[in-house]
T-cell receptor, first 116, second 111 residues
């Protein structure tokens, strides 16, 4: 399939470790988004990329979180020195972004992160 | 006030019922509107875009009222498989960074 692909599907790690989550968007989609969702809660916006640049980093919860996107395609979200409150499902989405605002987002299956 | 608000739910309806969800948004400059559904422990999936004149897709009808800053989703002849959380999504501008997701309304269709 040509959907948004995220890896790993599940990640269990010890508190204090660093983790790296990967997102491969739909081919040709210029916009890429990261969200996280705790159990039973709504989506929390983290960061948005237009091409390789991130005009909006306002949602990153702390300086332990960083994200990059290279080649206008794959993106990685890195969480350093993980804490238990980082446990959540991390969702990536992509969309065409022609400056018209009417292109919907398409989501990957998410990475379920559990911090022990 | 939250940028996008939805009926708090949950809605518990019998099979075959008609159910309507409401969504309001605060930014009058909002450009685009969507409904997503999210099944338990799954990712959100696009249900339908919402057009100014209203639009229908099978049993689903979406309406937009720009003057009242209000969006609705009507589901007719509900099925068990319609059980999910329905998310109202608003794009405040022309570019992707302005997407805002509502908190969602949970629907349970009962046999």
């Amino acid at each position: 399939g040509a959907g948004v692909s995220q890896s790993p599907s599940n990640k269990v790690t010890e508190k204090g470790k660093d983790v790296e989550l990967r997102c491969d968007p739909i081919s040709g989609h210029t916009a890429l988004y990261w969200y996280r969702q705790s159990l039973g809660q709504g989506l929390e916006f983290l960061i948005y990329f237009q091409g390789n640049s991130a005009p909006d980093k306002s949602g990153l919860p702390s300086d332990r979180f960083s994200a990059e996107r290279t080649g206008g395609s794959v993106s990685t979200l890195t969480i350093q020195r993980t804490q238990q409150e980082d446990s959540a499902v991390y969702l990536c989405a992509s969309s065409l972004d022609r400056g018209e605002g009417n292109q919907p987002q398409h989501f990957g299956d998410g990475t379920r992160l559990s911090i022990l | 006030r939250k940028e996008v608000e939805q009926d708090p739910g949950p809605f518990n309806v019998p099979e075959g019922a008609t159910v309507a969800f409401n969504c309001t948004y605060s930014n009058s400059a909002s450009q685009s509107f969507f409904w997503y559904r999210q099944d338990c422990r799954k990712e959100p999936k696009l249900l339908m875009s919402v057009y100014s004149s209203g639009n229908e897709d099978g049993r689903f009808t979406a309406q937009l009222n720009r003057a009242s800053q209000y969006i609705s989703l009507l589901i007719r002849d509900s099925k068990l498989s319609d059980s999910a959380t329905y998310l109202c999504v608003v794009n405040k501008g022309n570019y992707g960074q302005n997407f805002v997701f509502g908190p969602g309304t949970r629907l349970s269709v009962l046999p």
